[in-house]
């Protein structure tokens, strides 16, 4: 049984959450916090602030106002519960913070609870992958004549997605008020807010080109699809390690770190001390190690210090006595070299987009006293080298970080 602490519980949403909560298996509310907790009668204690909780609690669904996340995040920290951010309007600051404590605790966090609009950012960015520069972009959103902020953070969260597809390049033009006399710049992605009504929620994404459009649409009926999104994203982050997670978790299905294996063994490593950092310097030695017909595989430089740098490197074992034949003939060249190392390689789509990775792999090596030599990596990828001895040891280990 999961048990749900509602920040927010009053609120309309609050209220939705709950109802959605009683009606999902397996799921029960323990408690509320709300600024105003006697406005309503509940089937479960509402207080007034985090401090005053006394339930034990496994997952917080926050539906309240963004003034309220310093406290939350004290409270899920200092308690180490998991927390959905439901809440729309967070400043950049916010997002910093969130950031920070999602190395401490599981948090989950979309400008969109709704699965449904979080499908339609994904089509967005394939259809700027797909359509490229050709098409004008132009997104439109439509809310209550209540809602405080504009433009919503669903349309910023769209725009965000395509612009990563242009590597940032896009400009955010908000309406066309400020450029009522300028023609539409290729780079702009424009950004229409609408208010009024009870509208509950529309985000129209149009890509206009030559003789045609292309319209990516989603309307919301009701809060409930907030609600039940809130509620699967409580499901799928009880129990997980700390990290930020998002609705792409959920729709992708994959795992942050999906496997981990050998990629070069019987490998030796070789660390170049006290180097000149002098690029000139720094190509004859590894123009003459390539003189010698030998292959490097991963290279490590440590930060200059005193007009000198370390660089390490990794070479199959078999090639060591040719790199130090050819070492030794650099004149003052001081270096150092073992034999015995293996490169493991970690891998997920979701390290590209998950905080803590690194920390955690460093974790778990460190539990059983694992030293590394040299490590690289990419959005998706970290390959580290380490003595061979401790490869049983090291998969194991990073297999439990992870869950693989």
Known sequence: MIKVLISGANGKMGQTVA???SETEN????????????????PFPVYGDFSHVVEAVDVIIDFSRPDALHGLLEF????????VLATTGYSANDKMMIVKYAGHIPLFFSANMSLGVNLQMELCKMASEFLGEKFDIEIIEKHHNQKVDAPSGTALAIADKINGVFSGEKEYIYGRTPKVRAKRDPREIGIHAVRGGTVVGDHD???LGNDEIIEVHHRALSKQIFAEGAVRAAQFIAGRS???????DIISGKKIVSSIYAEEENNAIVTLINVPHDPAYIANVFDIIAHNSINIDTISQAYPQNGTVDITFSVASPALDAVKAALDTVDGLEYKAISGITTLVIEGDGMARQYGVASKLFSALAADRIKTYIITNSHTRISFCLQSTDVTKAIKAVTQAFDL
């Open 76 to 83: 899920a920290q200092s308690r180490q519960i998991p927390a």
């Open 242 to 248: 700390a990290g930020l997670y998002s609705m792409e």
């Open 27 to 42: 799921m029960v509310v323990v408690a509320g916090v709300d600024k105003m907790p006697d406005i309503r009668e509940n």
């Open 19 to 21: 109802a959605c909560v």
């Open 205 to 207: 994404v149009l890509f």
